[in-house]
């Protein structure tokens, strides 16, 4: 199907589907990219439904863990699904609400794992940061984008890196990257809530529609939807 002059759908996808976006969001350069999800939870499944509602044709998904009945009030799956590897979970229910095939995993993202085209952690635990950090780093001529998302509670942190910019980079893992013992513990009924990770969801669409228009991207977005404030910090290197 053609979208438009020189754009074309590998998933046959009815084109009309993203007609009130075509203006805002360049599809040509969408369909040319891949991105990879790390992390099919609240935060991954709600971000790969984004994506794939955006266009995006090439989208992978990486998780290892199981569907269980306390993720239904906070993941994009259903009842159906408890049981069921969570990456093939948002693949039945992205195929059923947008005819579109992604690529699931089921497997740990690894240091040792090829990293390519825009990379989002959706994961929660640092040392799988720490991992799929070393694979960005190992591959950074590759990633033209890395979003690192987290989220607990009814606060998320966003964090936006280019792969390239050593400096930015040198900073991430400075004050980004640390051991697990060193996080913060959360209270099981604490750890997320319904809505955050659609929050989550659509700034890391919007920063990736941004990047793809050649508009300047924050390194950092708090968001705290008790006060109902984004905070947006700059580059620290950018004059």
């Known amino acids: 199907m053609i979208l438009a002059e020189g754009i074309s759908r590998r998933s046959g996808r009815d084109d009309t589907v993203f007609s009130r976006q075509l203006d805002i969001i360049p599809q040509d350069k ?17 971000i790969a439904n984004t994506l794939a509602m955006m266009g995006a044709e090439t989208l992978r998904l990486f998780d290892d863990d199981t569907v269980e009945i306390r993720n239904l009030g906070v993941q994009l799956v259903g009842q159906k699904h408890v049981g069921k590897l969570k990456v093939e979970a948002v693949k039945l229910t992205i195929r059923q609400l947008h005819g579109m095939d992604i690529q699931p995993y089921a497997e740990r993202y690894t240091a040792d794992k090829d990293a390519f085209g825009y990379m ?10 720490t991992e799929i950090w070393k694979a960005i780093k190992a591959n950074f001529l590759k990633v033209p984008l890395y979003i690192d998302t ?3 509670g009814r606060q998320a942190t966003i964090l936006i890196v280019d792969p390239s910019d050593k400096d930015l980079g040198n900073q991430y893992e400075k004050d980004w990257i640390f051991p697990q013992a060193e996080g913060l513990p959360e209270r099981c009924t604490e750890k997320m809530t319904t809505y955050v990770p659609w929050s989550v969801a659509g700034e890391v669409g919007a920063l990736i529609v941004n990047h793809l228009r050649g508009e300047t991207l924050p390194y950092q977005i708090h968001i705290d939807t008790v006060t109902h404030q984004h905070v947006m910090i700059p580059h620290p290197f950018r004059k």
Request: net charge negative.
């Open 30 to 46: 969408l369909v040319e990219n891949a991105f990879t999800v790390i992390g099919a939870g609240s935060l991954g499944s709600c």
């Open 120 to 129: 989002i952690s959706a994961v929660d635990h640092m040392d799988a940061r």
């Open 150 to 152: 987290r989220a607990g």
